[in-house]
């Protein structure tokens, strides 16, 4: 009797999961660390390591293992150099990089979804950047999970070679359909980790906004959500004035790329070790083609083709303190020369509404500029979209606190900055040992549960005052800082003076390269 019950005891150890955090994926058992009243899983794979003969393919499925998968570890982040924030530490890199991270309280079920894209430009980013740790949205009742995408000529090569071996007839979102495949991950496997299926919100600032704008007009991310937040990004603008995002031209970017790093055919490249993909110069970003992006988000929310979905998208009133190091050096005489440089050929229209006589209203004129051209035009012309074409509500804000930036620091003079938001959205306060005030932790609270209540119920009016008014029934925008209002759109009239010009050049026709590797 006694062997009987050694026998039945390793039996019943057997066919239990290895712990209480230990669920059943479509792959295989994964176990995350409880930590406190939560559980968080990292570094689950969401799809087949893109390496080797799958590089340059669409996301094929994990392969299933047995046993139980601990989730206690990161994985590396995807193939880039540099960083996605000025001051961040470079991560650890690798090709094998779509794996995904889970926060999720550690009792109850059908928690909403918030799924996290980072920004980047597209060539930076990791899901494992601490300040996009979910533990403390988590703990305000929602699952937070962050994902690595391919980035830079991983996730965004155009090449005649792979648009004819592709069955869509395209190529060069392969970084596009990573976040698909998370987005399929998450509707298939997150009810085993508490979550509802039926509620999942995308969220990304940056590049990972204007991810979030692509997937709500992608025909390929139909059904995978119901809300959606973006936080300074958005892909609106006229092709006419970014001719490189049309396949036929980034196809013929991708040829000049090849040559660059000495290849002479697909199988070449393929056969290259990851780090010499990343020594060419040159940028990487989606492409307009038949299979991930057939319309740009322009044209499918003017024709009311989006995913429609309640939206929750702002800007910040200083984006370009953090993304213009040598603001200090702008000249008046220099003014319209150095944008021309940076941007290409823009319409004069456009330099008349930033005043720049002066070194010093130059200097202001090109923040002013860069904000509108590169953030604030966006969202503001996605929200009239949403709000004329789709059936959902539109939440639209503008974040005007300025954190306190020690003085001395690279940070000092930024200002309300591209990033500064994120600091407050995720409660993470605590991270930088910074002066922070009661006001920026009350903000920081109001913020998170802003977001958290719109995950929740794709309104982010709850329990938080005050009351954000929907900018479709009202034309008000919630203005952040340390007193938070409801109000008109900011810097109104500059937007206007883009608005005008972007519908003039939008009917002209699309410039095309002219030779093999000509950039914009």
């Known amino acids: 009797m006694r062997k009987i019950g050694v026998a039945l005891a390793i039996l019943a150890l057997w066919i239990q999961p290895a712990c209480a955090s230990a669920v059943r994926t479509q792959s295989g058992l994964v176990e995350g660390n409880p930590s406190g009243d939560l559980v968080v899983y990292k570094g689950i794979p969401f799809a087949a390591p893109p390496v080797g003969a799958l590089r340059w393919r669409p996301p094929g499925p994990p392969a299933a293992w047995r046993g139980v998968r601990k989730a206690d570890a990161f994985a590396p982040a995807c193939m880039q150099t540099g960083v996605s924030m000025p001051g961040e530490t470079p991560p650890k890199t690798s090709e094998d990089c779509l794996y995904l991270n889970v926060w999720a309280p550690a009792r109850g079920a059908s928690h909403p979804v918030m799924v996290w894209i980072y920004g980047g430009g597209f060539s930076n980013g990791s899901a494992a950047m601490p300040l996009y740790w979910g533990d403390e949205l988590a703990r305000k009742g929602i699952i937070v999970v962050t994902f690595g995408y391919r980035l830079g000529p991983f996730g965004f090569l155009a090449l005649p070679e792979l648009t004819k071996e592709s069955p869509f007839h395209s190529s060069g979102n392969y970084g596009l359909m990573d976040q698909v495949a998370a987005l399929q991950w998450v509707h298939d496997n997150i009810a085993a980790f508490g979550g509802d299926p039926a509620r999942v919100t995308i969220a990304g600032q940056s590049a990972g906004a204007a991810s979030v704008s692509i997937l709500m007009a992608s025909p390929l991310a139909k059904g995978l959500f119901r809300g959606a937040i973006a936080e300074s990004g958005g892909m609106f603008e006229p092709l006419q004035l970014a001719p490189g995002y049309t396949l ?190 009661d006001g920026d932790r009350e903000l920081a609270a109001t913020m998170s549960d802003y977001w958290t209540t719109f995950v929740k119920t794709g309104d982010p009016n709850g329990n938080n005052d005050p009351l954000w008014p929907r900018f479709d029934q009202s034309g008000l925008v919630l203005h952040l800082d340390e007193t938070v209002t409801a109000d008109g759109v900011a810097n109104l009239k ?22 093999k590797g000509e950039t914009p």
């Open 494 to 515: 500059t937007l206007g003076v883009f608005d005008a010009v972007y519908g003039a050049v939008r009917g002209a026709p699309l410039p095309e390269r002219k030779a």
């Open 248 to 437: 036929a031209n980034a196809e013929h970017d991708g040829e000049a790329f090849e040559k660059e790093v000495g290849a002479t055919s697909l199988a070449q490249l393929r056969a290259l070790p990851a780090d010499a993909l990343l020594k060419p110069s040159g940028s990487f970003h989606p492409v307009l083609e038949p299979h991930a992006m057939p319309l740009s988000p322009y044209d499918a929310f003017a024709a009311g083709k989006q995913n429609d979905a309640a939206i929750l998208i702002g800007s910040n009133a200083n984006e370009a303190g953090s993304l213009i190091p040598d603001i200090a050096n702008v000249k008046a005489s220099t003014f319209e020369s150095d944008i021309a440089k940076a941007w290409g050929p823009l319409p004069p229209p456009l330099f008349s509404a930033y005043p720049h006589a002066s070194d010093v209203e130059a200097r202001q004129s090109r923040l002013d500029f860069e904000r509108d051209l590169r953030f604030a035009w966006d969202m503001w012309a996605w929200a009239r979209l949403e709000s004329a074409t789709g059936s959902s509500p539109v939440y639209y804000y503008n974040f005007a606190h300025v954190p306190p930036f020690p003085k001395g620091s690279l940070y000092q003079d930024w200002g309300a900055s591209h990033y500064a938001e994120l600091f407050y959205v995720f409660d993470h306060l605590g991270q930088e040992p910074w002066a922070w005030t």
